[in-house]
């Protein structure tokens, strides 16, 4: 089975059906046995104290805290400004109809640890629920080996005024978010990236609660022409490449010769890299890959990307031209990096506000509006043999 285009063997589904078995009848006892097992570290609290957050501040630099706040300061501009109406009201004279949307009552982050840290991936959670107006807003996080949360990614989460820090990690924390323990809060919906036990976790446990997209190994692909430059097409793909052994760079290009370079620069720095490239005839034949594909993160570098993009169709999100390196989207420009992997961009959106919030229809009617409706109602109702939803509206047009 494939999750995410990522093989996902039965086994590995087991596993993690076993551990949220344990989480969901042991609490916190499991997760403390299973912190030690899987991160090597016998943590004495699950819950993160405020004065270990307050001490956080006292080692990381100044320098830091302000790129926190410029990233912060874009991301909830370009969030809130792409924010859905609240509320749709529709007069139709004689009935009014429409649309409000609520907020989630709680929300659960996942922010990855382990190879490295990820404070961005907390203000690209945070702000977005923030901005919904979700009433709890949890997070967990791995520990480190001394069973520790790194200080930047506690600022992180204390500027973006997340209620509660969990140090726990993997499937089990999102084993304990969904069905909550005695330290971790249960929520309504679980939220942003892992590697594929915590996205079969996430799969497995979206029976009893909501879930973004699954977000896995990260990715990209890179459509160029004749006229891109090789050394911007490799940074694009070794940036990506070194998140995690189960990244993955492809390039589709016109040029045979680019792919060749692209992959020599490559291999200088991998040995054995997860990177591909395909030569097509046109940028036709690229996009059609492209699209089948439905990569995270689409780079266009070609000299008329605009017109390009026009026919995309499938990609969690794109950058356009030479200077638009997807490491800014990953940090500071807006846009979120949240988002779905291995061609599930082509069913789910990357991570927004909108991930926070769920519809309510709501509708007045006069009785002039079930006068006109009624009969249509009345004969539907009946020819699907629901006598007492036709006398609903029989009786009150009496």
């Known amino acids: ?74 991301i909830e501009r370009f969030h809130y400004i792409t924010m859905p109406e609240r509320d749709i009201r529709i007069d139709f004279g004689d009935c009014i109809m429409g649309k409000k949307l609520v907020p989630v009552d709680a929300a659960g982050l996942y922010i990855p640890g382990g190879r490295a840290s990820y404070p961005s991936t907390v203000l690209m959670s945070a702000i977005p629920a923030n901005l919904a107006g979700v009433k709890t807003v949890v997070a967990c996080t791995p520990p480190d080996k001394e069973g520790g949360i790194n200080h930047l990614t506690l600022v992180a989460m204390d500027l973006c005024e997340i209620d509660e820090i969990y140090r726990v990690g993997g499937a089990h924390a999102i084993a304990a978010m969904a069905y909550g323990t005695e330290s971790v809060k249960k929520v309504d919906k679980i939220a942003g990236p892992g590697n594929i036990y915590v996205t079969a976790a996430k799969l497995l446990v979206q029976r009893d609660v909501a879930i973004d997209l699954p977000a896995g190994p990260s990715e990209v692909l890179v459509i160029a022409d004749e006229s891109a430059e090789a050394d911007v097409i490799f940074l694009e793909c070794i940036s990506q490449l070194e998140h995690d052994p189960m990244a993955r760079a492809i390039l589709v290009t016109t040029s045979a010769e680019l792919g060749r370079e692209v992959e020599e620069k490559i291999r200088s720095v991998i040995s054995d890299p997860n990177f591909k490239f395909t030569v097509v005839a046109s940028m036709a034949e690229a996009v059609e890959a492209s699209n089948r594909i439905a990569p995270e993160h689409l780079v266009i570098i070609a000299e008329n990307h605009w017109q390009v993009f026009e026919k995309i169709r499938h990609a969690g999100s794109v950058f356009l031209g030479k200077f638009s390196p997807v490491s800014a989207g990953d940090y500071a420009s807006g846009t979120n990096h949240i988002l779905p992997t291995g061609g599930y961009a082509r069913m789910f959106s990357g991570l927004s506000v909108e991930t926070f919030l769920k519809s309510v229809t709501y509708q007045e009617l006069s009785k002039e509006a079930l006068e006109r409706l009624g009969q249509a109602v009345i004969n539907l109702a009946r020819a699907e043999g629901l006598e007492w939803h036709a006398k609903s509206v029989e009786e009150r047009l009496k």
């Open 1 to 74: 089975m494939e999750i995410g285009g990522y093989v996902m063997y039965d086994e590995i589904f087991e596993k993690v059906r076993l551990i949220i078995d344990r989480v969901r009848n042991e609490g916190d006892m499991a997760l403390f046995e299973l912190t030690e097992m899987f991160d090597g570290v016998r943590i004495e609290s699950i819950k993160v104290s405020r004065e270990e957050v307050d001490r956080a501040y006292e080692s990381v630099d100044d320098r830091l805290i302000d790129s926190l706040e410029t990233a912060k300061e874009n």
